[in-house]
């Protein structure tokens, strides 16, 4: 079945970074859309990045220019580089997995990120 594990996270100052990653296995990587979520304490989940089978990425305005999403079809992982981190990044942090044509998604079980001097 659809596996997918985070790992990177932690603690950082204000301005540091840090690198996730997420491994994926179970399913066909390279013909999966991967996506990066973050879920602050009190608030919704929502969408940080994207990054296509075919290598295309998009992101939520709060992000562009400081994180970098990528892909390893060889090592199945999805990377997510985070610089210039804030304070209001700090979250828990999913990677999920699309099926191209597919409206069921399968998720990550989250990895925490805190930003705190």
């Known amino acids: 079945q659809v596996q997918l594990v985070e790992s990177g996270g932690g603690l950082v100052q204000p301005g540091g970074s840090l690198r996730l990653s997420c491994a994926a296995s179970?399913?066909?990587?390279?013909?999966?859309?991967m996506l990066w979520y973050r879920q602050a304490p009190g608030k919704q989940r929502e969408f940080v990045a994207r990054?296509?089978?075919?290598?295309?990425?998009n992101y939520v305005d709060s992000v562009k220019g400081r994180f970098t999403i990528s892909r390893d079809d060889a090592k199945d992982t999805v990377y997510l580089q985070m610089n210039s981190l804030k304070l209001e990044d700090t979250a828990v942090y999913y990677c999920?997995?699309?099926?191209?044509?597919?409206?069921?998604?399968?998720w990550g079980q989250g990895i925490q990120v805190t930003v705190s001097s």
């Open positions: 999920r997995a699309d099926a191209p044509g597919s409206l069921i998604p399968s």
């Open positions: 179970g399913f066909p990587f390279r013909s999966y859309h």
């Open positions: 990054i296509g089978s075919a290598g295309f990425t």
